[in-house]
Nanobody
Framework: QVQVVESGGGLVQPGGSLRLSCVAS????????MGWYRQAPGKQRELVAT???????NYADSVKGRFTISRDTAKNTVYLQMISLKPEDTAVYYC?????????WGQGTQVTVSS
């Protein structure tokens, strides 16, 4: 059974930082990219950041300069370092794995930015 598990979410004050982690395990073959999406209350799920197996990255305009995505390809693990968090960053963050046959999604981890 394929597993995609996120961790690191929580409650932080505006301006704070969090580091999310995601590990993919099981029968996943030929991973092309991994990344993060988020879904805020009343909003559709949106791209946050992605990284390919070759190291190319892509960020949403709203997080550029604040979030950094990185990957340990050998361990099928992806990270999202988030700094200068804003209330509008509040969302459930989902790990995304693009494999050769299909995408895989994690269960999500809640990030809440509030004073």
């Amino acid at each position: 059974q394929v597993q995609v598990v996120e961790s690191g979410g929580g409650l932080v004050q505006p301006g704070g930082s969090l580091r999310l982690s995601c590990v993919a395990s099981g029968s996943i073959f030929s991973i092309y990219s991994m990344g993060w999406y988020r879904q805020a209350p009343g909003k559709q799920r949106e791209l946050v950041a992605t990284i390919t197996s070759g190291g190319s990255t892509n960020y949403a305009d709203s997080v550029k300069g604040r979030f950094t995505i990185s990957r340990d390809t050998a361990k099928n693990t992806v990270y999202l370092q988030m700094i200068s968090l804003k209330p509008e960053d509040t969302a459930v963050y989902y790990c995304y794995v693009q494999a050769a046959y299909r995408p895989y999604w994690g269960q999500g981890t809640q990030v809440t930015v509030s004073s």
